[in-house]
T-cell receptor, first 113, second 118 residues
């Protein structure tokens, strides 16, 4: 079985401050891990994906994530948050049967001025 | 590349009515997925098509749900005799290849259809 836990439901961060979103996964084999962002009224957009190799993955919009197998974690980070980063962020693991992703419940990020 | 299109964006219906949603994937993508997202939750897998073949249907889909993808192009998701518990965002996604096989492969999501059953 595959599952994802995002421990933080909501995070508030000041503009310009750093951001870290936590993700823990359960997966029976070597996982592929994903971070998606969803802005209000929009579809999910892929920020980055861990497939293999380097455990530090760079993504779009200045985001990065680090895969730690020993901790079953794939935390997302950004050094300096912009107001436009306010959105909901989803971690996902998979794919089971080559195509099925399991998503976490998401973390809502609020950016204050 | 015009992205994945879903229609309608919003649907309000009364309990017991039938509804149908449409998804137009990116034109060259032969893989199509439906997910459902309820408030406060992440998307949950519903079903998967490779071309016109429906290869998997989640146990989340009761017999009231049916999905088709005629000719391997657009897809429709129909819900018969809607219930209040069907209220959710229905997301469609497409991909060109197998997500597991290529580091550059990914799902492209549409903006979703928000269903409200009164």
């Amino acid at each position: 079985a595959q599952s994802v836990t995002q421990p933080d439901i909501h995070i508030t961060v000041s503009e310009g401050a750093s951001l870290e979103l936590r993700c823990n996964y359960s997966y029976g084999a070597t996982p592929y891990l994903f971070w998606y962002v969803q802005s209000p009224g929009q579809g999910l957009q892929l920020l980055l994906k861990y497939f293999s190799g380097d455990t530090l993955v760079q993504g779009i919009k200045g985001f990065e994530a680090e895969f730690k197998r020993s901790q079953s974690s794939f935390n997302l980070r950004k050094p300096s948050v912009h107001w436009s980063d306010a959105a909901e962020y989803f971690c996902a693991v998979g794919p089971l049967n080559d195509y099925k992703l399991s998503f976490g419940a998401g973390t809502t990020v609020t950016v204050r001025a | 590349d015009t992205g994945v299109s879903q229609d309608p964006r919003h649907k309000i219906t009364k309990r017991g009515q039938n509804v149908t949603f449409r998804c137009d994937p990116i034109s060259e993508h032969n893989r199509l997925y439906w997910y459902r997202q309820t408030l406060g939750q992440g998307p949950e897998f519903l079903t998967y098509f490779q071309n016109e073949a429906q290869l998997e249907k989640s146990r989340l889909l009761s017999d009231r749900f049916s999905a088709e993808r005629p000719k391997g192009s657009f897809s429709t998701l129909e819900i018969q005799r809607t219930e209040q518990g069907d209220s959710a965002m229905y997301l469609c996604a497409s991909s060109l290849g197998v997500v597991a096989a290529d580091a550059n492969e990914k799902l492209f999501f549409g903006s979703g259809t928000q269903l409200s059953v009164l």
